[in-house]
Structure formats: C-alpha cells, structure tokens
C-alpha cells in the first residue's frame, strides 16, 4: 500500500505529458512483446521476462542441445526478426561445469547481467557448481568493464596483464 502511495506521489509530481507518454511507451511494449513472444517461441525456449536497468522490458530465450546453451535477450521495443539483440553462448564443459565461449550484443544496456543471472539460474537448476570462461587477446580494449562486470556477478577474475589473458570462474 505504501508503495502504491510513493508511486501515485511520484506521478503526481511528473508533467502529464510525460506520464502520458510512459503509459503509451508501456502499452506500445506489451503489445509488442505479445507479438514478439509469438515469434520467439516457434523456435527457442520462452525463459523470462525482465527488465532492463533502463526500465525496458525484454524478452529472455534459451537455446539448449545438451553440448551447448545460449542465453538470448530481445528487446520489446522492436519486432522480433529472427536475431537476438544480446546473448551469452556458453557450453557443457562437464558435468560440473558450463564455459562461457562468447558474450555478443551492445554494452551498457543492462543486457549481459540479464543472461547472466539466466545462465547463472540455469546452472543451478542442472545442478552445475561452476561457470568458467576466458578473456582473450581481442577483449583487451575493454578488459576493465569485462572484470567490472564478472566480478558484479560473483565471479573470482584472475587476468595475466602481460600475456592478455585471464580466468573467470563463479562457483554456486
């Protein structure tokens, strides 16, 4: 009740204008993630449906064969194509454990902690305890926000500044 009350104070503040045009963005995604959702689902698994740190919904698929998983994000804001807009590709080391092989999509949008938290929640449903994966030579120019980002979602980031490689493995 009282974040019903904070909520209809914060609106009470905003311009109606811009209150107007949150509503209509909203209605706009949901219509589209029906649609989306619709598409999505003739060929990958419907995991999630969850917010950006931007507060923009999105649409979380998994592609799974038992070698290899993708943790996907599409975005409700735009039709559904055929593409992802982000994803995590990552493969059945072992029993014990899922390796990282790629992270591919734009950065800052919120997007990687969304998989993350899926490929994360994924591991522990299969009963995986680790999750592990490189930092290659090409990720160098941005190598900072590789291990600001890993170590946000708990995992031990071990990077040879020499060589330009590292580790990272997250245990449950």
């Known amino acids: ?26 209605e706009f995604q949901v219509f589209r993630m029906q649609e989306n959702i619709k598409e999505i689902s003739k060929k990958n698994q419907i995991i999630g449906i969850d917010q950006t740190k931007d507060d923009k919904w999105v649409i979380v698929s998994a592609e799974d064969n038992g070698n290899q998983c993708k943790i996907m994000i599409n975005d409700c804001e735009n039709p559904y194509r055929g593409k992802w807009d982000f994803s995590i590709h990552a493969e059945y080391a072992d029993e014990n454990k899922i390796h990282i092989g790629d992270i591919r ?54 990077i040879d500044y020499e060589e330009k490689s590292g580790e990272i493995v997250w245990s449950e």
């Open 105 to 158: 999509g734009p950065a800052n949008k919120g997007y990687g902690s969304i998989c993350m938290n899926y490929l994360k929640e994924l591991a522990r449903d299969q009963n995986i305890p680790y999750i592990t994966g490189d930092i290659a030579e090409r990720d160098w120019d941005h190598v900072e926000r590789l291990v600001h980002f890993y170590e946000k979602h708990n995992f031990s980031v071990e």
């Open 1 to 26: 009740m009282l974040f019903n009350r904070l909520q209809e104070d914060e609106y009470q503040r905003k311009d109606p204008l811009q209150v107007r045009k949150e509503l209509v963005d909203l």
